[in-house]
């Protein structure tokens, strides 16, 4: 069973910065199988992809962000993260962890969730 872990959520000025991490236990050695992701959602709304990314490096960002949050990862660690830069208030929202593997058969996984509040 997969677990991922996120951290570093909170409360920012808007125009600020945060780093999230995501930790999975349990893939193995086949954390580089997984397409790693960041999801959010506000309250009211519906989740939506942030960004993503493969293990060779390939990423994808919402219109929203690009520009602004940068998504990496660290195989050896087993970590993703998302360097948001720029902080605007229409970026508060919980912030969620995807662990989906390349082989479609498999089930992806989701972390508990991580707060990020921009506000003055």
């Known amino acids: 069973q997969v677990q991922l872990v996120e951290s570093g959520g909170g409360l920012v000025q808007p125009g600020g910065s945060l780093r999230l991490s995501c930790t999975a236990s349990?893939?193995?050695?086949?954390?580089?199988?997984?397409?790693m992701g960041w999801y959010r959602q506000a309250p009211g709304k519906q989740r939506e992809l942030v960004a993503k990314?493969?293990?060779?490096?390939?990423?994808n960002y919402a219109d929203s962000v690009k520009g602004r949050f940068t998504i990496s990862r660290d195989n050896a660690k087993k970590t993703v993260y998302l360097q948001m830069n720029s902080l605007k208030p229409e970026d508060t929202a919980v912030y969620y962890c995807n662990a989906d593997h390349l082989d479609p058969s498999y089930q992806d996984y989701w972390g508990q969730g991580t707060q990020v509040t921009v506000s003055s």
């Open positions: 990314i493969i293990s060779g490096g390939s990423t």
């Open positions: 349990g893939t193995g050695s086949g954390f580089s199988l997984y397409i």
